[in-house]
């Protein structure tokens, strides 16, 4: 089950179920474009299991996999009915430390 959900075609391209084949194949030639380049953020991609690591080769078995309609089905089908897609944890800023003499010469006693 899980490796249906996070090798699912979809989730590595980042598109809708309802995708075209025209859509496929443009978002395919932009991702491995990206990765080529090394852009940020085009080496993962979102799952229900939590952020997984994309390829140049998973990008091409994605869309070789929307090119067959039965594997098309099967993908449409986990994608559908997947549970949202888990966010990366938030980055924790470190607050700035109080700067002493601030209140007391916004006119704070002590």
């Known amino acids: 089950m899980s490796r249906a959900l996070i090798d699912n075609p979809f989730f590595v ?3 809708a179920t309802d995708a075209s084949r025209i859509e496929v194949e443009r978002e395919a030639q932009k991702l491995l474009g990206m990765l080529e380049l ?4 085009s080496e993962r991609y979102a799952t229900p299991l939590g ?6 080769e998973s990008v091409r078995a994605a869309v070789a996999a929307l090119r067959d309609p039965y594997q098309r089905l099967v993908a449409e089908l986990w994608a ?12 924790r800023e470190v607050a ?11 006119g704070w006693r002590s």
């Open 13 to 15: 391209l980042g598109l």
């Open 38 to 41: 090394a852009f940020p953020g």
């Open 51 to 56: 952020p997984q690591p994309r390829t140049a």
């Open 80 to 91: 559908r009915h997947a549970p949202a897609a888990a966010a990366e944890p938030p980055v």
């Open 96 to 106: 700035e430390p109080p700067r002493v003499g601030l209140r007391r010469a916004l």
